[in-house]
């Protein structure tokens, strides 16, 4: 499925297509525009066009202004649509439970972790900018629900960046432990679980959605995978180390990235 910023790159395109304008120059052209400007609009992997360029295009092309206005807020808001459903359960959960054996999941990352693992796709500046924004406005629901994380040990000795960041991950993950409504495990090297996959639980009255991680985030409120997620989380909890123990181990990570510096 493409995610907003991806599907305004398209109506643009097949505005401009539909309209007669056949390259690129020839719509800049009759908007009095820099030729870049229209390939910027309709590369995904750049910023949303300003609104005085969106309405330009309406107006050269007939495509409907709201059409194009609807999905540049979309696409500015950093969230695509097909991980819409579980940032709104996410948002609304009374308790959320995070396992990865990968990497640090996005709702305990710390910025410059955010920026370091989004950096691998070639995003233009404001569109990376746009992306971790979006990903630190879901800490907000940490005010909301509790929390419970397992990390494998593995996440915390894979280098995200640099050092540095690592050493700064460690010192937020740590920071987020003391609090009473976060709980923060790790799993011992060797213990094996869970190694199938991540995964992510937003539960509120009863009802859950499931984050599975693949190619792209895949959530869902099927009964059936909810009851197998909630299986394979109490296994993988239950060969995690204590709290005490998992935050000796995380600032143990912290100071041997330090070292690393």
């Given at each position: 499925?493409?995610?907003?910023?991806?599907?305004?790159?398209?109506?643009?395109?097949?505005?401009?297509?539909?309209?007669?304008?056949?390259?690129?120059?020839?719509?800049?052209?009759?908007?009095?525009?820099?030729?870049?400007?229209?390939?910027?609009?309709?590369?995904?992997?750049?910023?949303?066009?300003?609104?005085?360029?969106?309405?330009?295009?309406?107006?050269?092309?007939?495509?409907?202004?709201?059409?194009?206005?609807?999905?540049?807020?979309?696409?500015?808001?950093?969230?695509?649509?097909?991980?819409?459903?579980?940032?709104?359960?996410?948002?609304?959960?009374?308790?959320?439970?995070?396992?990865?054996?990968?990497?640090?999941?996005?709702?305990?990352?710390?910025?410059?972790?955010?920026?370091?693992?989004?950096?691998?796709?070639?995003?233009?500046?404001?569109?990376?900018?746009?992306?971790?924004?979006?990903?630190?406005e879901r800490q907000q629901a940490l005010d909301r629900a509790s929390l419970t994380v397992i990390l494998d040990a593995h996440v915390l000795q894979r280098c995200i960046g640099s050092p540095a960041i690592m050493a700064e991950q460690c010192a937020y993950l740590a920071s987020l432990a003391e609090r009473p409504d976060i709980a923060?495990?790790?799993?011992?090297?060797?213990?094996?679980?869970?190694?199938?996959?991540?995964?992510?639980?937003?539960?509120?009255?009863?009802?859950?959605?499931?984050?599975?991680?693949?190619?792209?985030?895949?959530?869902?409120?099927?009964?059936?995978?909810?009851?197998?997620?909630?299986?394979?989380?109490?296994?993988?909890?239950?060969?995690?180390?204590?709290?005490?123990?998992?935050?000796?181990?995380?600032?143990?990570?912290?100071?041997?990235?330090?070292?690393?510096?």
């Amino acid at each position: 499925m493409l995610t907003p910023r991806e599907q305004l790159a398209e109506t643009l395109k097949q505005a401009r297509i539909d309209a007669g304008y056949g390259t690129h120059g020839a719509l800049a052209k009759k908007l009095n525009l820099s030729r870049p400007v229209i390939t910027r609009a309709e590369n995904p992997s750049h910023p949303v066009p300003s609104d005085a360029v969106l309405a330009a295009w309406a107006g050269a092309t007939g495509i409907g202004l709201d059409t194009l206005t609807d999905l540049a807020e979309r696409a500015k808001s950093g969230t695509p649509d097909w991980f819409v459903p579980y940032v709104v359960a996410e948002r609304n959960a009374a308790t959320l439970r995070c396992w990865s054996h990968v990497l640090v999941p996005g709702l305990v990352q710390c910025e410059a972790y955010a920026r370091a693992v989004l950096s691998v796709e070639r995003y233009a500046p404001e569109r990376l900018d746009e992306l971790v924004r979006a990903r630190m406005e879901r800490q907000q629901a940490l005010d909301r629900a509790s929390l419970t994380v397992i990390l494998d040990a593995h996440v915390l000795q894979r280098c995200i960046g640099s050092p540095a960041i690592m050493a700064e991950q460690c010192a937020y993950l740590a920071s987020l432990a003391e609090r009473p409504d976060i709980a923060l495990h790790t799993v011992p090297e060797g213990a094996n679980v869970g190694l199938y996959g991540s995964f992510s639980i937003a539960a509120q009255d009863g009802n859950m959605t499931i984050l599975m991680e693949t190619l792209q985030d895949v959530p869902t409120t099927a009964p059936g995978v909810c009851e197998l997620a909630v299986r394979q989380w109490e296994r993988i909890l239950g060969a995690a180390r204590n709290l005490d123990d998992s935050l000796s181990f995380v600032q143990t990570q912290e100071e041997s990235w330090k070292a690393q510096i």
